[in-house]
Nanobody, 117 residues
Framework: VQLVETGGGLVQPGGSLRLSCTGSGFSGGIGWFRRAPGKEREAVAC??????TSYYLGKERFTISRDNANKTVYLQMSDLAPEDTGVYYCARRSYLCSPTVTAYTTWGQGTQVTVSS
């Protein structure tokens, strides 16, 4: 299984971005994580094979969804703030969603999100 994230970039505060995670195998849970500069990697959201979603930073600004036909999981982000800046990763685990970084066995290379005016 390989995962590839795309969609990162520079966005102004209050703006939106949609990240994509494309992979060869999407059974189990697919999670989005982020690592802000100087901070630990943290869970943002996860979706499992039954499309059950889990949000770990609140669901007001983040929406996770999947397109099985295109083997892609999306993370829609809105009302972005400078503290959302970081590298965003998608990851896969064989079982249900979890907010624990070490529970995931396959990781993408990450995509940089920068929120700045």
């Amino acid at each position: 299984v390989q995962l590839v994230e795309t969609g990162g970039g520079l966005v102004q505060p209050g703006g939106s971005l949609r990240l994509s995670c494309t992979g060869s195998g999407f059974s189990g849970g697919i999670g989005w994580f982020r690592r802000a500069p100087g901070k630990e990697r943290e869970a943002v959201a996860c979706i499992n094979s039954s499309d059950r979603t889990s949000y770990y930073l609140g669901k007001e600004r983040f929406t996770i969804s999947r397109d099985n036909a295109n083997k892609t999981v999306y993370l829609q982000m809105s009302d972005l703030a400078p503290e959302d800046t970081g590298v965003y990763y998608c990851a896969r685990r064989s079982y249900l969603c979890s907010p624990t970084v070490t529970a995931y066995t396959t990781w993408g290379q990450g995509t940089q999100v920068t929120v700045s005016s």
